[in-house]
């Protein structure tokens, strides 16, 4: 008997009892869609992250810095000399102010993120002006009160005519003089573009000091060597590395994709454990099968079947009914996969796309094969080595 004879043989037998075959391949089904499901969010979560942090910049490092029990003050100017000199390794550098509070626009209090920078900052976060100007170095000198708004607070507070209108941040009130291009989607209130930046002199007055800076690397591919290019200007500054924290954005990225990796392949595993399960049940129906087709295997054999014939009918049968729930399972796991996206993005309020890999679904047809071919193999050895008198015999 031909393989494709086998074939044949073997999806009549399917098709001929329906729900006992579905009921089977239950297992299957389930363990195949929900790791499709799994991976592809993992895929979409990764996609996410690494794109909200590409948009902070994957090339910048945040050196954050308290002097407190050292005879050394970082200045400001130091930090600018450190820079220049590490010039092969670092370019643009920004002090950042993150200042606690409340806005007051009018009569109205708002949340608004408030960052005091340098005149550089907006080129290290690639940001680009709508409306007027940005902060420029003479507002750094001359600590001028003057700021740059989101794109929400221009809309919301000032219907976008925000330029040449004041506010007060901490008591003091400052021009608005530009408004940063719509970084998001929709502008919502806590959102990217609900934010506010004034000149780092200005906030440093205003908030006690700067305590961190923003550096950029001339090239991604520098980052590693401009972190320990700036930690060692750092520690041969203060003469100790316990007065500052290095951080790049490219190794938080690692971090947290590489986390998001670990717990998708957990989860994806414990998933697969439905596959196991599924499996069993095949080698279960397989037996049954065995039992009810025993008179048709001893005709077989009397006729002169061999038993790698035998075997292989009955192995074929088991592989196709896996295979078959396999291709069902993928085919629910993209289903279940848009549902996802919409949920998702529903639930987090932004755009996050479950998507399956290629990868994952020929993995998981597979694996799906693979374990029907497994259990399958004991009730086809079974079946092989039947005596066919017995066989012939048997009611």
């Given amino acids: 008997m031909s393989i494709f004879e086998s074939l044949t043989l073997a999806f009549k037998n399917i098709v001929s009892s329906k729900t006992r075959t579905l009921l089977t391949m239950l297992g299957i089904i389930i363990g195949v869609a929900a790791v499709i499901v799994i991976v592809g969010l993992g895929n979409g979560l990764e996609g996410y992250i690494t794109e909200s942090f590409s948009s902070m910049g994957t090339n910048t490092l945040t050196a954050s810095v308290s002097a407190r029990g050292s005879t050394r003050t970082l200045s400001v100017d130091d930090m600018y000399d450190i820079v220049e000199e590490n010039s092969g390794y670092l370019d643009l550098c920004s002090p950042t102010v993150n200042m606690m509070g409340s806005v007051k626009i009018g009569s109205e209090t708002s949340r608004t993120s408030v960052t005091g920078v340098s005149e550089d900052y907006f080129s290290i976060k690639n940001y680009t002006l709508s409306k007027g100007r940005g902060i420029q170095y003479s507002d750094i000198a001359l600590r001028a009160k003057t700021c740059v708004v989101g794109a929400y607070v221009d809309m919301a507070y000032y219907g976008g005519s925000a330029v040449g209108e004041t506010l007060r941040v901490g008591g003091q009130s400052l021009t608005i003089v530009g408004v940063i291009e719509q970084q998001s989607e929709e502008l919502e209130e806590g959102g990217s573009d609900d934010c506010l930046f004034l000149p780092y002199s200005t906030a440093a007055r205003l908030s006690g000091g700067v305590s961190s800076y923003t550096v950029t690397v001339r090239d991604e591919s520098l980052i590693a060597e401009g972190k320990a290019a700036l930690e060692n200007a750092l520690e041969d500054f203060f003469g100790s590395d316990s007065f500052y924290t290095v951080t790049s954005m490219s190794e938080m990225l690692e971090t947290m994709t590489g986390m998001i ?131 012939l015999h048997y009611d």
């Fill in 261 to 391: 990796s670990i717990l998708v392949a957990v989860l994806a595993g414990i998933a697969a454990i439905s596959l196991v399960v599924g499996g069993i049940g095949i080698m279960n129906i397989m037996l049954v099968s065995v039992t009810e087709r025993t008179r048709e295997i001893g005709i077989r054999k009397s006729l002169g079947a061999k038993e790698r014939y035998i075997m292989e009918q009955f192995v074929i049968e088991a592989a196709a009914t896996s295979a078959l729930g396999g291709v069902i399972g993928i085919l629910l796991g993209y289903a279940l996969s848009a549902v996802a996206s919409k949920v998702v993005a529903g639930l987090m309020e932004t755009a996050l796309t479950v998507a399956p890999t290629v990868g994952a679904v020929g993995t998981a047809f597979g694996i799906s094969v693979g374990i029907g071919i497994l259990f399958g193999y004991l009730p086809a050895k079974k079946a092989a080595v039947l005596n066919p008198i017995d066989a």
